[in-house]
């Protein structure tokens, strides 16, 4: 949908007829979707997101929406519909995200919004856990003809995996033997229903908003079953689908996942032994992996990879050399040698073709006091 009208607003109504309907302001318009606030006349407001065709975003947004309830970490869902497809959401109001905390000059301030970011994480995990059955059963009451299962990242790893053999062959960067296999593995270990829950998919530091000293998750496009390991990483990769992906201080990373363990504990046990430090560490692994091959996949020959920097984010060459220097690190401890050197190898050929390139800390930490890094 690319602007507001009289349908639109004939839509909404119809979803909320007990609301008499004001004022329109757009917040936001991309390709995928539009979002808008509606201000009611009797007070108050919601949020109307109107998506651009029928599809995956809306159904599993409008499936993990419909399973929260009460004080979860995310807005809470007003109404739906399939044709077209909408969701009214609860208004939060206006505010700050994580990436302007990262993005800032209060090293103090971004770590305590990493805070807020991880115990919403927790509560979004501890609301959804053992609700794998319902998510699924409310994908496919939603989803029509479309074949949207709960969980996707197997498929992301072969996707990523097809990129890479292609990529490294272009580069003439040898692939070692079971390579491959361990980072399907990666799927694998890190499955199931023991250690999971519903996530966003994307929690970016910007898919996310503060309000009165807590943060609330949004974007449920993406919206899936996962071991919650995978979203504990975004932490320690950082970042892996987001432009802001800047680096932390190891302390403030690590205070953010003390944090959501101090949330989650009671729910997930597990999360309080060294097995799950090494699945975080696991799933930092796949995350590099998945992200290299989007970058490499989209742009390797892009002036931007080769260098050009903008003063909001790092360029996907300095991203890339950092987390495969992290990989060929970590590899072999989270028992995945191969991929490890796969790692050397690639991180080798890019820096032999355009130059090494540091990923700087995210603004916020770049002055901070280095004790308390």
Not at 8 to 35: F, M, T
Not at 53 to 80: F, I, K, N, Q, Y
Not at 102 to 130: F, I, K, N, S, Y
Not at 215 to 242: G, I, K, M, S
């Amino acid at each position: 949908m690319r602007s507001w009208s009289d349908e639109a607003s004939a839509h909404v109504a119809r979803l909320l007829p007990d609301a008499d309907l004001g004022r329109v302001e757009k917040i936001q318009r991309g390709p995928r979707s539009s979002v808008h606030r509606v201000r009611l006349r009797a007070g108050g407001s919601v949020i109307v997101k109107w998506f651009n065709g029928m599809g995956e975003g809306w159904v599993r947004e409008a499936a993990a929406l419909s399973l929260l309830h009460g004080d979860t970490g995310a807005p809470h869902l007003l109404a739906e519909s399939g044709d077209p497809p909408i969701v009214v959401m609860s208004d939060l109001g206006d505010g700050p995200s994580l990436s302007d905390a990262l993005l800032g000059r209060d090293a103090a301030a971004a770590e305590a919004t990493l805070a807020l970011w991880a115990q919403a994480l927790g509560r979004l995990h501890v609301a959804t856990r053992g609700l794998r059955a319902d998510f699924q059963t409310a994908l496919t009451a939603r989803a029509g003809e479309l074949p949207v299962y709960d969980a996707h990242l197997g498929a992301d790893l072969d996707d990523a995996i097809r990129v890479l053999d292609r990529e490294c062959g272009s580069l003439g960067v040898s692939v070692p033997a079971g390579a491959f296999d361990e980072l399907r593995g990666l799927g694998a270990r890190l499955g199931g229903d023991t250690l999971a829950a519903i996530t966003p998919g994307d929690t970016c530091p910007d898919n996310n908003l503060v309000h009165d000293d807590r943060l609330t998750l949004l974007d449920f496009e993406n919206a899936q079953w996962r071991h919650v390991a995978w979203d504990v990483a975004y932490l320690t990769v950082p970042w892996p689908t987001c432009w802001c992906a800047w680096t932390l201080t190891p302390g403030a990373a690590q205070r953010a996942v003390d944090a959501y363990v101090a949330l989650v504990r009671d729910a997930f046990p597990a999360v309080r032994t060294a097995a799950f430090a090494d699945d975080v560490r696991a799933a930092q692994l796949g995350w590099v992996f998945l992200s290299v091959s989007w970058y490499l996949g989209a742009s390797r020959d892009d002036k931007r990879l080769r260098g050009g920097r903008r003063p909001a984010h790092p360029g996907k060459l300095e991203v890339m050399l950092h987390r495969l220097r992290e990989a060929a690190q970590d590899g072999a401890a989270v028992g995945s040698p191969a991929l490890a050197e796969l790692a050397q190898h690639l991180g080798d050929e890019l820096t032999r073709r355009w130059g090494a390139v540091p990923l700087e800390l995210a603004p916020a930490f770049r002055r901070a006091d280095p004790v308390r890094q």
